[in-house]
């Protein structure tokens, strides 16, 4: 089954969130519109406004006060990623050139800054105060996360703790805090409210390790960029640390460096793949998307609950 | 008399704040505690709080609810200014170095962002949606400000409309949130809300007007920084447009380039300061100061009103 056809009740609802994304961007000064809707226009799966609406389903869903929601949290979302881009030095994004390589870092930087302004503008209409402290609570957290991501890059020493609290606030938080904000957006009772929590959290894990697998497993068209491209950035990723166990591997790795040739890259990428460390990867990526699927067991039926099954299932064992 | 005697009354509430701001900021990591505190213990004169606790004096005062406001405004323009440090590529703020010198730009980039997060975890503790609803406008006004600000650079074709524009954004927009915001977080009559509201705004003018001034008749060491460093990074402000009435001397500001010899910057700073433009600047200036005056004119007597026009007065006859 197609990822769109798992929700498709939703899809004049997500025609409605993906118009008020470009209304929300949508600036007078030039510089800003172009760079925010080159970013908007570039796509993106749209996980956490969809995880808002399907967490919102639940309770008394109305999509006029639930977009504010679902807006928000998508545009915090491309701001993190404008900002990423800059620390990452990364020239392409889905594909598309990025707003550092096609303006400069200093455009970056001010666009993910007006981009996060404005999901704050459309988030203070939604009247919830618990909905503005998850958010705020769950922001702090992913900065503190991007600057640990900073601290952390060709730092071979790190070992797995260090990569899944940084999973953690890079992705998890964000996806969890999605489901949250759209269960509190719609009166979730409090009990079903924490299963939906619980479950973007696992959720998230799971879809970032996966995402950290296809680094290496992916090929350039399925990526929109050149594979391996975490590691050359001193990303140390699962599979990484896995096969890092070796000594030897542990000793190769180590070598990796920003301006490394291509070719001696690419027969590091090889060599963890040649390890069972992307079986082990999947395995654990596959426990929290069963551990996903456990939090939300006993939520009412429907198919709100289905979708959110079927969602996750889907991204634990995507191929891009 | 000096800027702290006039608000006397409020120094153990302020003391207060500075330890509130301290703790907000103090993170678990690092890099990010040891930048936010440089930045913080640089000093600053903290008008945008002053005038968060004066407004809320004019009503339900609590210092624990609106220390919230308070420390959140601060925060808001803290965070903007390590942002700025970058796009000016700034190494010096009030005599110390910046977080961009000290660190580098992907540190100042993080540390802004999550002092800006900080301040909206702080924010969210006040359940006031209206006072949210004003900030968020505010900052995305700040982030166009921002951009707007990159364009206009080395922009001699610019109009004194242009510079009034963008210092709004810059300046005037926050103050005058302060007063807003501390006036919604003590519940303030709405008609006095509007007035105080509109003080903030017109001090905010006459505040950066005075120190677009103060950078060309301060000396290096009030400033902090070298003078005419605005002009130098191609800030171009209200002196200059005036100056540049006379063709000769528009020639010659135009050929002011980043690069420019010290020497020669100084020559034109020199010539600048020759007209009368400081002098048509300060009536600007003035005319501003009186009508933040005049927005508070018909307030309730009392010592925080007092306080209020005492402060304007200062900050529009200010040397440093």
Sequence with gaps: MKLKMMYSFLNSDLEIIEKTLEETVNANTSILRDSSLHLLKAGGKRIRPIFVLLA???????????????????????????????????????????IKAKWDNKVAMYTGDYIFAKSLEIMSELKKPAAHKVLADTIVEVCIGEIQQIKDKYYFEQNVRDYFRRIKRKTALLISASSLVGAIASDVEEKHQKKLHKFGYYVGMSYQIIDDILDFVGTEEELGKPAGGDLLQGNITLPVLYAMEDEGIRKRVSTVHEEMDREELLEIIELIKSTDAIDRSMKISNAYLQKALDAIADLPKGRSKTALINIAKYLGKRKF
């Design 56 to 98: 919102g389903q639940i309770g008394q869903y109305d999509i006029h006060v639930i977009k504010k929601a679902a807006v928000a949290l998508e545009l915090i979302h491309m701001a993190s990623l404008v900002h990423d881009d800059v620390i990452d030095d990364s020239d392409l994004r889905r594909g598309q050139p990025t």
